[in-house]
């Protein structure tokens, strides 16, 4: 495939010192983190991508992006995190068990004492985290796996997930088929671009027979493997088409674990569970919210007022935490929007991104 804009650019970023920087988890990965800096200051903010996407999500070139936001409005160094559900990593693509527990326990620690680690003790540590990274974090937050930072941004799903019923419906039905009938390890949204026929090729097929609202066979798989609508994932007038276009590359490969702990946690009663009763996951507590008064982390519940993925689970989650916390955390919901396009939209920079500054200058 042609593509309009090469994968894993950087180019969306100017004017700021790039590095990268790798890190081991004690489970054995191979993690990385870019560190965008521009001043010379202390403020520093890491940023977590969801399942199946990456950094790109948010140094994307098509418009004034997240990254660059942040270093235009005097963030001194942003960082964004690729942990184990991106697609800059190889690990969606081999069969696993890993869960957010793992990446409670495991990736959030170790990207966070490698920032502390480069950019001094004294570092003062913002977070905003997406979809599944959200959770991830706010369980590795709540649960007591990283301390000592200043103010946290959680969008579309936090400790409390709700999903639609077709979501749930499908949640059941589509592991199965994927990896027991079409025997694939993965499922991915480019299977349309497969150079042969294959049965991911066939499969994409023929979900794009139901998906009539664009031509782009990536889109319609995202909105096979998340959320429930046409499209799913955001509002197609939020975004840029060159965006919408490069789907593929903006989100990989994945497998359905990840889907299966979501669904234990929903018949826990929406509560975030541990996926398995291991010794390994000892560390982590039973329920996060009773965890919650201790916190004393401000975070901004954010989600999309159209989100048809984690619809409205951070109301939720910002409900529950006033009972414990009263005052402590904010919610914002953003009008027009949905999951994914409040940080790929192209008008995020003056629609909602002057929300998130708001909230991490009141904590700064």
């Not at 054995?28 to 965008?36: A, D, I």
Request: net charge negative.
């Amino acid at each position: 495939m042609a593509r309009e804009i090469p994968l894993y650019t950087l180019d969306g970023v100017v004017d700021a010192e790039v590095t990268q920087h790798g890190f081991c988890t004690e489970d054995g990965l191979g993690l990385s983190l870019l560190r965008f800096r521009r001043g010379q200051g202390r403020m520093a903010v890491m940023i977590v991508h969801g399942l199946t996407t990456s950094s790109d999500m948010f140094i994307q070139p098509e418009h004034r992006n997240l990254v660059s936001f942040l270093l235009d409005e005097g963030v001194d160094e942003v960082w964004t995190l690729d942990f184990r559900m991106s697609n800059r990593h190889p690990y969606n693509l081999q069969p696993n068990r890993y869960s957010m527990d793992d990446c409670a326990l495991f990736d959030f620690p170790a990207a966070v004492a490698k920032i502390r680690q480069v950019a001094g003790d004294d570092v003062e540590l913002h977070v905003i985290a997406h979809c599944l990274g959200s959770m991830g974090f706010a369980m590795a937050l709540f649960g007591g796996t990283v301390s000592g930072i200043r103010s946290c941004i959680l969008n579309s799903v936090a400790l409390t997930p709700h999903v639609p019923r077709w979501s749930r419906i499908k949640g059941h039905i589509f592991p199965f088929v994927i990896e027991r009938i079409f025997q694939q390890p993965y499922v991915s949204p480019r299977w349309s671009e497969d150079p042969r026929f294959t049965l991911g090729k066939l499969l994409s097929k023929g979900v794009s027979l139901f998906h009539r609202e664009c031509d782009v066979p990536a889109c319609h798989m995202l909105s096979l493997m998340w959320g429930t609508g046409w499209p799913a994932l955001y509002n197609h007038e939020n975004l840029d088409e060159r965006t919408h276009r490069r789907g593929g590359d903006l989100y990989g490969p994945v497998g359905l674990n990840y889907h299966r702990h979501v669904l234990k946690m929903l018949g826990r009663g929406h509560r975030t569970v541990k996926m398995r009763e291991a010794p390994e996951y000892a560390a982590l507590p039973d329920d996060y919210l009773l965890e919650a008064r201790r916190v004393d982390t401000p975070c901004l519940l954010l989600t999309g007022r159209d989100n048809r993925v984690f619809t409205d689970s951070n109301v939720h989650c910002h409900r529950a935490l006033e009972e414990v916390a009263p005052g402590r955390h904010e919610l914002a919901i953003i009008d027009g929007y949905g999951h994914q396009d409040v940080f790929m939209g192209a008008r995020v920079d003056r629609e909602v991104f002057p929300r998130l500054m708001t909230f991490l200058n009141a904590h700064a």
